[in-house]
C-alpha cells in the first residue's frame, strides 16, 4: 500500500491508498485502515471519487460515512 497523511490539527486526512490489483480483496485495506486509527485515532477523513464505487462500497464497509460532496469547475 502506498499513501500519505495530511495533519489537520484534531483530524487527519488520507489520500492516495493504492493497492495493486493482484493484492485486492485479501483485507489489506483493512489492515491498513486499522493501523492508521490505531496511530492516529479518529476522526479519519479520506476522499474518493465519486465514480470509484468498488473504493466507494469498501469504506462503507469500514464504518466511513459519505457527507459533503466537492466540486470542480474546468
Not at 486526512?13 to 493504492?18: F, G, P, T, Y
Not at 485479501?26 to 493501523?35: F, I, V
Not at 492508521?36 to 468498488?54: A, C
Not at 473504493?55 to 462503507?60: L, Q
Amino acid at each position: 500500500t502506498e499513501g500519505k497523511r495530511k495533519n489537520l490539527g484534531e483530524t487527519h486526512e488520507i489520500h492516495n491508498i493504492l493497492i495493486d490489483k493482484r493484492y485486492r480483496n485479501k483485507g489489506l485495506l483493512r489492515q491498513a485502515m486499522e493501523q492508521l486509527e490505531k496511530l492516529y485515532g479518529t476522526p479519519l477523513y479520506l476522499d474518493v471519487l465519486s465514480q470509484n464505487l468498488n473504493a466507494i462500497r469498501a469504506y462503507k464497509r469500514l464504518g466511513f460515512l459519505s457527507f459533503s460532496c466537492r466540486m470542480k469547475k474546468k
